[in-house]
């Protein structure tokens, strides 16, 4: 760990915090992608083999148990923060799910709730900020807990103040139990970061826009104002032709070039 | 730590949607159950898709999927403001590699996709409309479902997809970005150019496998 924390260290003396494209989002280009490289280098020399290992490794119903534990523990403050959203029924559906699945599901090994048809959701602290109307602030990119923003870090300091696994005792068990967490978490993920490399043109852009519209979609539950994509971004300075809510093919004239005159054919051949 | 958002990826798995033997001027939620369902079933059926076989997947998608995508669309949308400024030949291309990208994409997801179970929603809107957003819900055992969205629009050749929005995350909106920054770097051709080179890395990797 102290390895790391040198290594850390001395990223943080080697970048200059530089801002390279501009995005009013990310003041903190320099800084963050200095980080996120020392992420990938982290990732590709420990956690994902570590990850490999323990996907090819393990039996999936070993894999399921252990992500179903740390699920059913994080229901908790899923219920809580949605409470503090003023959302009672989805609180108390979280509620439900941690008892049921504490009980009848052996200390959450088993997720009968789901069975039962009680939803899991998605919830932090951050999230409840943004709830109430806190912007999302610059985006950070932290050591090995990856992307975040202002409000998000902020959100995430009370998340694991309020952790189950964080505050267990003793500490080699906590440890543990941390470290197991994560290889899961990570193993879950093999599949979305190989997409990410064959999908990107440049990763840490991809992964920034994505976690921005993520958590910015979580926020609103699924259901974000459509027209209004740039609410958090109002008072920005930046470019805002790039990030402006997606417009319609059919407020250009329609350009269906390409693929027109192969669906004209199909049309013929299949229409009815 | 690679990050939240990486879990939105994970399920462009099902940018499986989109077939073709459907009526033109069908609803456009029928066109995509239908076209899902019948990509599921070809899957459950063949062997090969399975094991990842990337030219039948290549195949499944080209002849399946790719019909109901409106690629010049797509592009121009993630082009944004440069769109303007390219010539018809530039355009051209861009939409070419583009579209190979996303397919070889797609071609990666479609070999991961393992037994999720997919929620049809009910289409939200009026019959007069020519711009709607289908929404497919996909849950895999205990896992918070992940919802898959698209951006649809009717025209004269049936509904057309222009963007997909997977967990909140838009394809079009996350290219957006990096072409904007690589076109202030080194123009429209350099764009074109790293497509090409993304492209090609990618076919002899798909190839080695």
Partial sequence: MSKLML????????????????????????????MYGFNQAVDQAVLKPVAQAYKQGLPEIVQTGVRNFFSNLADVFISVNNLLQG????????GMRFAVNTTIGGLGLLDWASEMGLEKHNEDFGQTFGRWGVGDGPYIVWPVFGSSTARDSVGGVFDIAVDPVSNHKPVAARNAMNLVRLVGKRADLLDASRLLEEAALDKYVFERDAYLQRRRNLVFDGNPPREAASLNQSSETGDLSEHSPVQTPAQHDAVLSLSGQAEGERLRVDGR | MVGRALLAVVAVVSLIAAGSTLAQDGAPDVLVKTVTLEIIDLIAKDKDLQSGDQKKIVAVIESKILPHFNFAAMTRLAVATNWEKSTAEQRKQLTEEFKTLLVRTYSSAL????????????????????????QVKISQGSREAVSLEYDMEKTPYGWKVYDVRIAGVSLVASYRTEFANEIRAHGVDGLIKSLVAKNQGQGLRAERR
């Fill in chain 1, 7 to 34: 290594g850390f260290g001395m990223l943080l003396l080697a970048c200059g915090c530089a801002t390279t494209g501009g995005d009013a989002r990310d003041p903190f280009e320099g800084f963050n992608r200095s």
């Fill in chain 1, 87 to 94: 959302k009672v029924i989805e609180a108390a559906n979280d």
């Fill in chain 2, 111 to 134: 070999s991961t996709y393992r037994n999720q179970r997919f929620d049809f929603r009910p289409l939200r809107a009026k019959p007069t409309d020519t711009d709607v957003t289908v």
